[in-house]
């Protein structure tokens, strides 16, 4: 399970296609299209007609596009706070938090225990990536690689890659490659993996084959993905601080630690026991004041799905909306 998941899984709860509709597109009159025919033919024995029909049907999505070419625009690819906020950090998702708890506790649980992860963590996890299996997803899949992998962006090389996987993804699970959905990037399912990473951990939790899209799937691909990385139920994940004004002077980072006497020294306070000498920095933006907490090595690991603060706490927030 090494490097299980990118930075180009994205949350579909944040990030729906409201934009313009793709358009179409000769892909067959580009050069690199045909050596990729050529490629995916000779080195992988699909039919160039198959190919070329599938291709001929792939359209221009431009807002896709725009995401990754020209000045990268902050919070184009990873929700800002105040978006998180809107979409998942509030009352009406954590009340579904609890109902898709009850829903789905026998394999929340199974997955616990076996992985020897806290659950409502993994209910955190579905919340902020497909909205608990709601969203997983509304561009076509063939239109959003194909346009990235044959325009001119700034993570071209990359999703090349990705459109090759998508074919061998669906040929292997006989999809048909034009009908698929996900995200802008590409990434499918309640857990938004690409096709690389659908392909590489391909996950039956349940005995019935292994789907993106099957709830007890994800449930156990997030539980594995956790334990992997070191995830320990026992210690806490992050302790709200308070702190003398309105504006924190460190610089905030899930990457880097803090002995926690600097961070005394700078009136950053826990308001809870925390366990260790060092700590994750965590800041986010409440419009005239930041809101802070220390974060432990399970921050890290949330982190590793996606590296964000914001998505790391939104994960935290709704896990802890379950304690209470």
């Known amino acids: 399970m090494l490097k299980y998941i990118l930075v180009v899984i994205f949350s579909i709860a944040l990030l729906a296609n409201d934009d313009r509709e793709p358009v179409s597109y000769n892909y067959l009159a580009k050069k690199d299209v045909k050596q990729f025919i050529y490629m995916m033919h000779s080195k992988y024995g699909f039919d160039t007609n198959y190919l070329k029909r599938v291709l001929s049907q792939a359209r221009l999505d431009r807002d896709t596009l725009a995401r990754y070419s020209g000045k990268f625009k902050k919070n184009s690819t990873i929700g800002s706070w105040q978006r998180f906020k809107l979409h998942v950090v509030n009352q009406p998702t954590f009340n579904e938090a609890k109902a898709f708890k009850r829903k789905h506790y026998k394999t929340l649980k199974k997955a616990s225990q076996i992985y020897h992860v806290d659950m409502d963590y993994i209910v955190g996890f579905l919340g902020v990536e497909s909205h608990f299996g709601k969203y997983t997803g509304d561009y076509n899949i063939l239109d959003a690689l194909s346009t990235l992998a044959f325009h001119p962006n700034r993570m071209q090389k990359f999703f090349k890659q990705e459109l090759k996987e998508l074919f061998l993804f669906a040929r292997e699970k006989h999809y048909d490659i034009t009908k698929l959905q996900g995200s802008f990037a590409g990434a499918m399912g309640c857990v938004q993996q690409v096709p690389s990473i659908a392909r590489r951990f391909n996950y039956d939790f349940d005995g019935d084959g292994a789907s993106v899209w099957d709830m007890d799937d994800c449930i156990g691909s997030i539980a594995k993905f956790m334990h992997t990385h070191h995830f320990n139920p026992n210690i806490p994940t992050a302790v709200r601080a ?25 009136s950053i306070i826990p308001t809870k026991p925390f366990p260790f000498k060092y700590a994750y920095l965590l800041k986010v933006n409440e419009g005239s004041y930041d809101r802070v907490w220390l974060g432990s090595s399970n921050f890290r690991v949330l982190t590793r799905y996606n590296a964000s603060t914001n998505y790391g706490l939104a994960i935290y927030l709704i896990a802890q909306s379950l304690k209470h």
């Open 242 to 266: 308070t702190f003398k004004g309105k504006r924190v002077k460190l610089k905030s980072s899930f990457r880097h630690k803090y002995p926690l006497s600097k961070l005394k020294r700078y």
